[in-house]
Nanobody, 124 residues
Framework: QVRLVESGGGLVQAGGSRRLSCVAS????????MAWFRQAPGKEREFVAA????????YYTDSVRGRFTISRDNAKNTVYLQMNRLKPEDTAVYYC?????????????????WGQGTQVTVSS
């Protein structure tokens, strides 16, 4: 069993930056691919970014590519999402997810473990 706890959310002005963290407990994340998803009010949960278990490959949805960076520190069992040049449309609850195995996926159903989410609100 893997427990994921996100932190770092809050209120930020458009154009600003925020770094989210996801700390895992229960098992080492070394053999898990990790991802960030987000869910805005009234919308389905959507993929944001993913990283393979070695950290060697990352993937982003088009709307955040070039602005967000996903990274991981396996020694700290932590995954990060650095968000720059934030826009009001980035406002959502951000969730960390883990999947056993070396490859990443972009579908909600492919991930085995989820955090409780952290709210990010971008004001215009």
């Amino acid at each position: 069993q893997v427990r994921l706890v996100e932190s770092g959310g809050g209120l930020v002005q458009a154009g600003g930056s925020r770094r989210l963290s996801c700390v895992a407990s229960g098992r080492t994340l070394v053999t898990y691919s990790m991802a960030w998803f987000r869910q805005a009010p009234g919308k389905e949960r959507e993929f944001v970014a993913a990283i393979t278990w070695t950290g060697g490959t990352t993937y982003y949805t088009d709307s955040v590519r070039g602005r967000f960076t996903i990274s991981r520190d396996n020694a700290k069992n932590t995954v990060y999402l650095q968000m720059n040049r934030l826009k009001p449309e980035d406002t959502a609850v951000y969730y960390c997810a883990a999947r056993s195995g070396r490859y990443y996926y972009t579908s909600v159903g492919e991930y085995d473990y989820w955090g409780q989410g952290t709210q990010v609100t971008v004001s215009s």
